[in-house]
């Protein structure tokens, strides 16, 4: 069964414009992610991010897709498996560890990649969870210290939203 989500991510000033007890950072970055299940099991990953700086950003499935508290309150990497962090060519990571997108000079990155663990169905799926590009490059677990291996040290988040499932429309 062919199965469709989609993620639009903002920054958190454009989505909480009332006054929190956060702070407010203001990125400007913007991005839209499609995700497409195959029959293969795959699932075909493609966007773009706009407002970025030039250079490698991580790319990561959060637990939770409660944005009530923006980047506060969507958790973890999605990691249901219980492993350290990777890249999303690694043997061990996260389900929700999708490496690095990399921005050109005009602060815009696009791509598309395959993954083999993300799922748009059962008990695994990415679906009513948040995605997140981060401010800093993903060291894939490879840093040498601890937080490597639980966030990639990539710092704080820019722009998130939650996926939600989508229409399947004929090519």
């Given amino acids: 069964m062919e199965?469709?989500?989609?993620?639009?991510?903002?920054?958190?000033h454009d989505m909480y414009p009332y006054p929190h007890d956060l702070p407010d950072p203001v990125s400007g970055v913007n991005g839209i992610v499609v995700f497409e299940s195959h029959a293969?099991?795959?699932?075909?990953?493609?966007g773009s991010f706009t407002g970025l700086t030039r250079g490698k950003h991580g790319l990561h499935v959060c637990?939770?897709?409660?944005?009530?508290?923006?980047?506060?309150?969507?958790?973890?990497?999605?990691?249901?498996?219980?492993?350290?962090?990777?890249?999303?060519?690694?043997?061990?990571?996260?389900?929700?560890?999708?490496?690095?997108?990399?921005?050109?000079?005009e602060g815009v990155a696009e791509f598309q990649i395959e993954d083999h663990l993300i799922s748009l169905s059962g008990t695994e799926s990415v679906?009513?969870?948040a995605m997140v590009i981060q401010a800093?490059?993903?060291d894939l677990g490879k840093g040498e210290n601890e937080e490597s291996l639980i966030t990639g040290n990539a710092a704080t988040g820019l722009a998130w939203g939650v996926i939600g499932i989508a229409?399947?429309?004929a090519s």
């Fill in 40 to 46: 293969n099991g795959q699932v075909l990953i493609k």
């Fill in 63 to 105: 637990t939770f897709g409660n944005l009530f508290n923006g980047y506060h309150s969507i958790g973890p990497h999605f990691n249901p498996r219980k492993k350290f962090h990777g890249g999303q060519h690694d043997k061990e990571r996260h389900v929700g560890d999708l490496g690095n997108v990399e921005a050109n000079e």
């Fill in 136 to 138: 800093e490059e993903d």
């Fill in 127 to 129: 679906i009513g969870r």
């Fill in 3 to 12: 199965i469709k989500a989609v993620c639009i991510l903002k920054d958190q």
């Fill in 167 to 169: 229409e399947i429309t």
